[in-house]
DNA sequence: AAATAAATTTAGTCTCACCTAAATTTATTT
DNA sequence: AAATAAATTTAGGTGAGACTAAATTTATTT
């Protein structure tokens, strides 16, 4: 009788999980805003995870959280449902990008093992999601990503747009506009140093575009 | 702010729908044992439900409940999404019929209007389940439903198959096996008082089958 | 019409996952 | 090194939705 891992386990798990990625440990506070939670809910919940006798967390008091080798595997069969379900949603639903990241949301804490495998058969194995997020294998292994964010890009520097973050559908339909979707290559026109702003000739498109930081912190690209 | 319909309720108002449909109000132990949960809770949700501002649930002690207008409609959108599910299972995602009832319980409750909408679309606005089983109409109504248990039919009598239950999986296997699916005609070759077996040749296949209630009060037929 | 059985309700608890307010700890300035 | 600010934890609740045990009401027998 292993304790249950419920939706809101889940959601805490995948949301470390994501924090990991970037800096070292998941704090109090980062999560609770990724939750919308209050920070002192989160502190309970990352005790409780944390004193299982087989814990999906680590946490040291004022030092955040990490997850253990079972929570990682817990939390990216979230993430893998999670991708495949966007995946589907367009494919197969025709819902446009910016639609599915709410839906998947739901969906991904409640289908079964079964769902998941004929999903992923139906849609040939994919490895990435409509947003060009790599989705985790069958064995839970998430792939490596080499991608840098755009705004790490200099003026005359080439680049492929891998993905871009999916949890905003105001910039994925502006995106979506101005053709800066996955798979497209563009060109840094220039750089200003003072607002961070980019301008960008992209694949395809007939006129320069100027970016600024809140775009292109949130699209991924391979140099 | 009206009061939300959680998952739990709406499992409520799913199931004393479908009480209601057979004999008049749904008892708190019928309701108990439908939804696995002690009496005693039964009764707590039903006095709950009963007594908001607009209610869901019409409830006396001891007489058990019924639903309002506005609890109907509440039951009819869970009943659309599981049937549509189910529908949606099998024609899409090739599941088979006593695979998609417990995966339909559980998304039923979880899936938008959007999706409800992008499936009914998708599959041709069908207007039943792989169970043969009636779907309620996007505006929440559900279609008259003629159908007799096959229980009911006497030596000679003649009928067309038009739905099964759908919550025993064994029992849905054995049908398909037997052909007794949606759309088949069968004829009663014979009818035992005593036990009250049915003896009947299906279309379409050599043999006759002998079905014990078991079987014949979970099949409905039109003659 | 009692007596018994079955169904239902009441009363009192429990767990989960939240919350707010106050205290504490750590980090950043001056 | 204080002082201040920010992050985090502790303490004490809450509401939803379940449970068990006991009391009550209704239904069925004899
Ligand atoms: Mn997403
Ligand atoms: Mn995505
Ligand atoms: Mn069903
Ligand atoms: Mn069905």
Not at 86 to 101: I, K, M, P, Q
Not at 149 to 168: G, K, N, Q
Not at 188 to 214: C, M, R
Request: overall charge negative.
């Amino acid at each position: 009788m292993s304790e249950a891992i419920t939706q809101s386990i889940q959601d805490y798990l995948k949301h470390i999980y994501e924090l990991n990625e970037y800096g070292g440990s998941a704090s109090t506070n980062d999560l609770a805003a990724r939750l919308n939670i209050a920070p002192a809910s989160v502190t309970g919940m990352l005790q409780k995870l944390a004193s299982t006798k087989s814990p999906l967390v680590i946490y040291k008091k004022h030092q955040g959280a990490t997850l253990t080798k079972n929570g990682e595997k817990a939390a990216l069969e979230v993430i893998r449902h999670h991708r495949l379900l966007e995946t589907f949603l367009v494919n197969t639903l025709g819902y446009s990008w910016d639609e599915v990241h709410h839906e998947a949301d739901k969906l991904e804490h409640v289908i079964s093992e079964d769902f998941e495998a004929r999903m992923a058969e139906a849609l040939g194995h994919p490895t990435r999601d409509p947003h060009g997020e790599l989705i985790p294998t069958a064995d839970l292994t998430m792939p490596a990503d080499e991608s840098c964010p755009l705004a790490s890009l200099r003026t005359d520097e080439t680049a492929t747009v891998r993905r871009v973050s999916d949890d905003d559908p105001a910039l994925l339909r502006h995106l979506r506009e101005i053709g800066v979707v996955p798979e497209v290559k563009i060109v840094v026109k220039n750089y200003s140093a003072f607002d961070g702003n980019l301008t960008i000739k992209v694949e395809g498109q007939k006129a320069n575009i100027v970016l600024g930081t809140a775009v292109t912190s949130q699209v991924f690209v391979d140099k």
